[in-house]
C-alpha cells in the first residue's frame, strides 16, 4: 500500500490540533495537525488554490533539541505564537495560545522509511505565501465609514490639537510700588513732586 498520497510541494491547511507529547525515545515535540484545503499554485502562489483529490488531515511533528531549537522557534514565530511556555502551546493548556482554525501553508516532502518505502513528510512554510484574501470594495469601505466614520474624525481631531505648538504667554509687567514720602531720599521726593504737579486740575 503507498504511503504517499499527496505530491510534493506547498500546500493550504487549516490547524485543527496542537499537542505538545512526548517521543517514543523520551524527548518532548510539538506536533500540530492540520486538513489540507488544496495545493498552492507555483506559477501563481497567491492565486486560486489547485485542487487535491482529498482534504485529509495531515501532521506536522517537530522534536525540541539543542539541535532543532532554532527551528522549533522559527516554526512558533511563523505560526504566530505568543505563548510565554512551550506548555501553551498545547490545547489542553489553560494558557493556551489557540492556533486551532488558523490557516496557514504547509509544505510536502516525500523520503525513505526504515523500510525503504517513500513517505510523506510534512513541515511548516515559513514564508506563509497562499491565496490572498478578498479585498475591501469601495462599497464596503463606504459602509465603515459611514459607521465609524465620526471615531475617525475625533482621533483626527485630537491629534490635530496634540500637534500644535505650546502658546506662551509672556510673563506679566512688574508695577511699581511706591515708596511711602517717610522712606523717600530728598531726590526721591522732589521726583514725585514733579510728577504731581504735571497733573492737570
Known sequence: MAKTFYEPGR????????????TKTGKAQLVLSFQVLGKINPADPQGEL???????????????????????????????????????????????CDLRNHEHAFSCTHENDQDGEPREKWSIARDGTGPNVKALDERAIRKLDAMFGKHLKELAKHLKELAKPAVTQAPPKATQVNKPVGAMNPEEVNREVQKTSDIPF
Open 50 to 96: 489547485l485542487p487535491v483529490p482529498a482534504q485529509y488531515n495531515r501532521t506536522v511533528f517537530r522534536v525540541i533539541t539543542d539541535k532543532t531549537i532554532g527551528y522549533v522557534t522559527d516554526d512558533l514565530l511563523t505560526l504566530g505564537f505568543t505563548g510565554a511556555s512551550f506548555q501553551d502551546f498545547d490545547e489542553g493548556s489553560p494558557n493556551c
Open 11 to 22: 500546500y493550504w491547511g487549516t490547524i485543527t490540533r496542537q499537542r505538545l507529547e512526548e
